[in-house]
């Protein structure tokens, strides 16, 4: 399929079909989680209904962990465009920085700096906060710009210096869906010797994730954002996984990327990341599943943006809704089909209550972007409406958006 269908794609989703919970209503929080194709269901079902076992045993269902872990490794390193042994999984996103940050404060000193975002979701600060906290290192803080919402690669250089250790960054936000120049800013912290943490959960589904072309350090997913299980996926440079100490059991194997899964791994879950990136890679051809995933992300892009364009203009009818973030049409390359939304005059949550009963199943609050709330001046207010559109998200999906965002403004 080279054209885009967005129907054709719908169909391969059961919880938007007839039974499923989604059936007929608009999805809007994919930002929160999407939803997953049969394909995906088919490949965690059937790794109980073939049996398995646990790893190192010898007999075929552990052979079958062996080989569901090797695919899966295999199939993120393609997404990601890395080596699998650069590939360990964990519970999520957030457990995996956790896990990441204290191994990595362990070599910091008193009086380093560590980097972070008021863009980012608060799983790419809190770890580096709290680490911090435990090693006497000083966090630097760089805002983005309130009205536009774009983190300019030169206030990270501003606080970055001769100390600094670490610098975590967004790929995507998820609230305002700015895309910064992550590679600048890897740049920047590479420059002053520091290593760079990116957060791509929310960048995954939209577009095309290239550690080696963005030579960061570390990049972490979680693949119920980009159509499959609740785990997450995190790729580290293989000497840098190498050698720093894990926090593990000492049974546990002390290298390779298995030393950072901690216990025993969802066998279904790395089945299900396997089929994701298949389906992630199944709408366009290509020799490699690699560029099977950049042409079929490319196809997807394409869509969304014309999602994009769609949700502006009908945004700019409905009296007195403001869309944050990226507006500008020749910045609209920087931003990921993700809008937070207010009315004026209308709580949020007040909205959210006009909407749910039209078919819309949408969200608002902080979304855990505290920082960009905060910054925002939205903390206290119940935050924003959160618009999230997917790669099933259809043209009429977005019109029923916009009818029920016109209906809550009243
Ligand atoms: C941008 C971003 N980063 C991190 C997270 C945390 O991911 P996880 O739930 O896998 O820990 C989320 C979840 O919403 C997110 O949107």
């Known amino acids: 399929m080279q054209r885009y269908d967005v129907h054709q794609i719908r169909s391969r989703y059961p919880a938007l079909s007839e039974g499923g919970l989604l059936d007929g209503a608009v999805d809007l929080d994919g930002p929160a989680g999407t939803q997953v194709p049969a394909s995906v269901v088919e490949a965690m079902a059937e790794v109980h209904r073939r049996g398995i076992g646990n790893l190192g045993g010898g007999f075929p269902p552990s052979d079958a962990a062996e ?25 999520n996103m957030t457990s995996l920085t956790f896990a990441v940050s204290r191994a990595l404060a362990r070599t910091w000193e008193p009086g380093d700096e560590v980097v972070v975002t008021l863009l980012d979701h608060d799983a790419n600060v809190a770890p580096w906060r709290l680490a911090a906290a435990d090693r006497g ?9 309130p009205s536009t919402g774009v983190l300019d690669p030169a206030d990270v250089a501003a606080v970055v210096g001769p100390r600094t250790r670490l610098v975590a960054v967004t790929h995507a936000s998820n609230v305002l869906g700015t895309i910064p120049d992550v590679a600048a800013i890897v740049r920047i912290a590479h420059d002053a010797g520091a290593l760079a943490y990116v957060d791509a959960v929310h960048y995954t589904p939209h577009g095309i994730v290239d550690v080696a072309a963005l030579d960061c350090d570390f990049l972490v997913a979680s693949a119920y954002k980009f159509y499959g299980p609740h785990i997450g996926a ?12 894990a926090y593990k059991v000492v049974p546990a194997p002390d290298e390779g990327p298995e ?7 969802s066998f279904e879950s790395l089945a299900g990341v396997r089929a994701a990136v298949d389906h992630l890679a199944s709408l366009a051809g290509g020799a490699t599943r690699r560029d099977r995933i950049t042409a079929s992300q490319g196809i997807v892009r394409d869509h969304e943006s014309a999602l994009i364009g769609r ?12 869309v944050y973030g990226i507006t500008d049409p020749d910045m609209l390359h920087r931003r990921a089909p993700t809008f937070s939304v207010g009315l004026e005059g209308v709580a949020p949550q007040d909205a959210v209550a006009v909407m749910r009963p039209l078919g819309i199943n949408v969200r608002s609050g902080h979304h855990y972007a505290v920082g960009v709330m905060g910054h925002l ?12 559109f997917v790669q099933y998200t259809s043209p009429e999906d977005v019109d029923r958006t916009l009818e029920a965002l016109a209906s809550a403004a009243g």
């Open 377 to 388: 001046g939205l903390l206290e207010g119940g935050g924003l409406i959160r618009v999230g």
């Open 234 to 245: 995190l790729y580290g440079k293989a000497e840098l996984l190498e050698a720093l100490d």
């Open 67 to 91: 080989e569901i872990t090797a695919a899966a490794r295999s199939a993120v390193a393609d997404l990601f465009n890395a080596g699998p042994d650069e590939i360990a999984f964990g519970q």
């Open 259 to 265: 030393k950072w899964e901690t216990g025993t791994q």
């Open 137 to 145: 290192v000083t966090v630097r803080t760089v805002p983005f710009d």
């Open 311 to 322: 949700f502006l203009e009908g945004a700019r009818s409905i009296p007195g809704l403001r």
